[in-house]
């Protein structure tokens, strides 16, 4: 049985916009200073543009080793264990430790490899930062609002980050009202539904294995 990964909406929102944080220049709504959150956010964009303005990222010969570079210097921004178990929902607690783990890896892959796909397609969008608001009561978690402009349209678009180890990280990305986490497990409760953790496991690495052919084939062609 072959089970849709995601549906229309999702994957223009997920390469248009959802990786567009890491392309992006924040330009603040205030002069107030920025908190935690928010500079752990603007930090990891702007290391990212660092990176897209050097020469080598535009040299096929050196663009392995770029990509490779801003892959890690993005993905530290995401707390992909909360990611996973957010996603996958209350079906987590049936998952072995070793399928836990072996499922973050492959959503990682697949949105690493979405994420490349994204930066392909970056055409100099600006975000504005709106506000800040706390989530819930305990002061670990905050919702980051903001807008981007795509093709003369402001599309709302929210972080949601939470803290953990130390530092600030993304745990969801809502774009009009419409959540990532909330977007996966609803695909994710479809494949659960009918099958087992090991079925997920192997739809999510294939679906990030058909991303990557689809990104090195664009790649050929554009060289």
Same mark, same amino acid.
């Given at each position: ?14 390469? @248009?916009?959802? $990786?567009?944080? !890491? ?12 908190? /935690? ?5 603007? %930090? ?29 210097? +993005?993905?530290?921004?995401? @707390? $992909?264990?909360?990611? %996973? ?10 998952? !072995? ?9 492959? $959503? ?13 397609? #970056? ?20 919702? +980051?609002?903001? &807008?981007?402009? +795509?093709?003369?349209? &402001?599309?709302?678009? %929210? ?24 977007? #996966?497990? !609803? ?14 496991? &192997? ?6 294995? /058909? ?13």
């Amino acid at each position: 049985m072959t089970h849709t990964m995601y549906h229309p909406k999702l994957k223009r929102c997920l390469l @248009s916009v959802c $990786f567009a944080l !890491s392309l992006c220049l924040f330009a603040q709504a205030k002069a107030d200073a920025a908190s /935690e959150a928010h500079q752990a956010l603007e %930090s990891t964009v702007n290391q990212v543009l660092d990176e897209l303005k050097k020469p080598e990222w535009k040299n096929p010969a050196g663009r392995d080793a770029m990509q490779a570079k801003v892959e890690s210097i +993005i993905l530290t921004l995401f @707390s $992909f264990e909360e990611l %996973s178990m957010r996603t996958v929902g209350p079906n987590w607690k049936n998952f !072995s430790p070793d399928q836990k783990k072996r499922f973050m890896d492959a $959503f990682e892959d697949l949105l690493r490899e979405r994420y490349l796909g994204a930066l392909e397609g #970056y055409n100099g969008e600006i975000v504005t930062y709106v506000k800040e608001t706390p989530v819930g009561s305990a002061g670990d978690k905050v919702q +980051i609002d903001t &807008t981007v402009n +795509i093709k003369n349209k &402001t599309v709302p678009v %929210s972080y949601r980050m939470l803290r953990g180890d130390g530092r600030w990280m993304v745990y969801d990305i809502i774009i009009e009202g419409v959540g990532m986490v909330q977007n #996966y497990r !609803s695909q994710f409760q479809v494949v659960l539904q009918k099958g087992d953790p090991e079925e997920l496991i &192997t739809l999510v690495r294939a679906k990030a294995e /058909e991303t990557r052919e689809d990104n090195n084939k664009k790649r050929q062609s554009r060289s």
